[in-house]
């Protein structure tokens, strides 16, 4: 399974970017796909995220100006990204999750991660 993204570029502040991923293969029991930023010497952290059930999750940063949508089940999300301050950029990865339940078992977790698109914000 390999998550392509794109969508990233070089924009100044207050513009905005559309970001975009999808699976190159079904994910088999995918339960939520998200958008993690990472910048230099910093952990990758969560910025927004969508589930089958159509709940989101955003960073607080994100409130307000970031809108994910997508279809979980077709494996492909979009992030609309807008009024972009220079605090947004960095590399932004794609996340895939499957949860896999195992009857009897334990519930198991497997993430997709994909190369990242570079979002570069101006000021």
């Known amino acids: 399974v390999q998550l392509q993204a794109s969508g990233g570029g070089l924009v100044q502040s207050g513009g905005s970017l559309t970001l975009s991923c999808a699976s190159s293969e079904n994910i088999v029991d995918i339960n939520n796909m998200g958008w993690y930023r990472q910048t230099p010497g910093q952990r990758r952290e969560l910025v927004a995220s969508?589930?089958?059930?159509?709940?989101?999750n955003y960073a607080g940063s994100a409130i307000g100006r970031f809108a994910i949508s997508g279809d979980i089940r077709k494996n492909t999300i979009h992030l609309q990204m807008n009024s972009l301050e220079p605090e947004d950029t960095g590399v932004y990865h794609c996340m895939a999750q499957s949860i896999t339940d195992h009857p009897g078992d334990a519930l198991s977790h497997t993430d997709y991660w994909g190369q990242g698109t570079l979002v570069t914000v101006s000021s």
């Open positions: 969508l589930d089958v059930d159509g709940q989101t």
